[in-house]
Nanobody, 126 residues
Framework: QVQPVESGGGLVQAGGSLRLSCAAS????????VGWFRQAPGKEREFVAA????????YYSESVKGRFTISRDNAENTVYLQMNSLKPEDTAVYYC???????????????????WGQGTQVTVSS
C-alpha cells in the first residue's frame, strides 16, 4: 500500500503561486491514480485535480482549471500540484490521495481513494 506524503503548503498573497508535492512512501505511484483534494473550514472535502495512471490523462475541477497543473515525476516518485493565480477561496487543507483500479469510475469520487496523506495548509490572503 502506498502512503502519500504532502509538502509545500504555506501563506501566499492573492495572485501568487505555490507548488505542492506528494511523495510516495512504501511503494511507487506508477500504477496508481493520484488525486488532490481540498477541504476548507466548515465545508466538505472537494476534488481539485487528478492524474490517472491507466490513460495518462489529467483532470481538473472547474474552479481550478486553467490555474492549477498536476504533473508526475516518475523518477522522483512524486506528484506535483502547481497552483497559479491563487485566490482567497483557494484557502484550504490540501490532501493527496491514491487509488488503484476503478478504471471506469470518475477520478473525483472521494470514496474510491484508499490512501490519504496528512494534508498541508494553503492560505491565500487578499
Amino acid at each position: 500500500q502506498v502512503q502519500p506524503v504532502e509538502s509545500g503548503g504555506g501563506l501566499v498573497q492573492a495572485g501568487g503561486s505555490l507548488r505542492l508535492s506528494c511523495a510516495a512512501s512504501g511503494r511507487t505511484f506508477s500504477t496508481y491514480t493520484v488525486g488532490w483534494f481540498r477541504q476548507a473550514p466548515g465545508k466538505e472535502r472537494e476534488f481539485v485535480a487528478a492524474s490517472r495512471w491507466s490513460d495518462g490523462r489529467t483532470y481538473y475541477s472547474e474552479s481550478v482549471k486553467g490555474r492549477f497543473t498536476i504533473s508526475r515525476d516518475n523518477a522522483e516518485n512524486t506528484v506535483y500540484l502547481q497552483m497559479n493565480s491563487l485566490k482567497p477561496e483557494d484557502t484550504a487543507v490540501y490532501y493527496c490521495a491514491a487509488r488503484r483500479g476503478h478504471a471506469t469510475v470518475g477520478v473525483d469520487v472521494i470514496l474510491t481513494y484508499d490512501s490519504w496523506g496528512q494534508g498541508t495548509q494553503v492560505t491565500v490572503s487578499s
